[in-house]
Structures are given as structure tokens and as C-alpha cells.
């Protein structure tokens, strides 16, 4: 079993950047397949970015690509999601995702969640 914590949220104008952390408690942490999603006041909750065990396989949403960059430390136990060019609908709470997984592949769906950090973008 895993936790996860986020940190990193806040306030920014449009056009600013934000790096999310994603804190993963155990020391197997690094066998676990990643992901970010966000949820929108209204909205369903999308996927945004995943990474694979070791890093070297990577997914974005076609909304952030390009401007979002997810990454991990597996000797930190820690994912990051950097966000450039942030825009107002990228508003939303972001949450973490973790997915034991014997393969180095992109996961879809996730068994353990964080308990979200806000993302505010102001026009």
C-alpha cells in the first residue's frame, strides 16, 4: 500500500507556472505507476499526465502538452508535475494517482489517491 500527498497548489496569473509534488510514502514507492488528474468545479475528473515506473515512458493530456512536464525521483519517492504557460480553464484540484505495476508501462487506471491540491488561474 502507498500514500500520497500533494503540495504545490496555489494562486497564479495566467501565462505563470506552478510545480506540483506528489509525496509517496513506502520504500517500494518507485514500483508504482504514476499519474496527475484534475477535477473542475462541474466537470468530471480528467487525466492529465502519467509516467511510468522508472520515468521513461510518459503520457500527456492533449490540453497540456507541451506545457506540462511530469516527472519523478524515484530515490525521493516523489512525482512532480511542472506547469508553464498556465491558462484560467487549467483551474481545477489536481490529485495524484498511484498503481502498483510489474511492467515499465503507462497505467490508466489508478488504486490510491492523494487528497488533491487547489490550482487557481487568474485572467
Known amino acids: 500500500q502507498v500514500q500520497l500527498v500533494e503540495s504545490g497548489g496555489g494562486l497564479v496569473q495566467a501565462g505563470g507556472s506552478l510545480r506540483l509534488s506528489c509525496a509517496a510514502s513506502?520504500?517500494?514507492?518507485?514500483?508504482?505507476?504514476m499519474g496527475w488528474f484534475r477535477q473542475a468545479p462541474g466537470k468530471e475528473r480528467e487525466s492529465v499526465a502519467a509516467?511510468?515506473?522508472?520515468?521513461?515512458?510518459?503520457y500527456y493530456a492533449d490540453s497540456v502538452k507541451g506545457r506540462f512536464t511530469i516527472s519523478r525521483d524515484n530515490a525521493k519517492n516523489t512525482v512532480y508535475l511542472q506547469m508553464n504557460s498556465l491558462k484560467p480553464e487549467d483551474t481545477a484540484v489536481y490529485y495524484c494517482?498511484?498503481?502498483?505495476?510489474?511492467?515499465?508501462?503507462?497505467?490508466?487506471?489508478?488504486?490510491?489517491w492523494g487528497q488533491g491540491t487547489q490550482v487557481t488561474v487568474s485572467s
Open positions: 494517482a498511484a498503481r502498483y505495476s510489474d511492467l515499465d508501462v503507462i497505467i490508466r487506471e489508478y488504486d490510491y
Open positions: 513506502g520504500r517500494t514507492a518507485s514500483r508504482y505507476a
Open positions: 509516467i511510468s515506473r522508472s520515468g521513461m515512458r510518459t
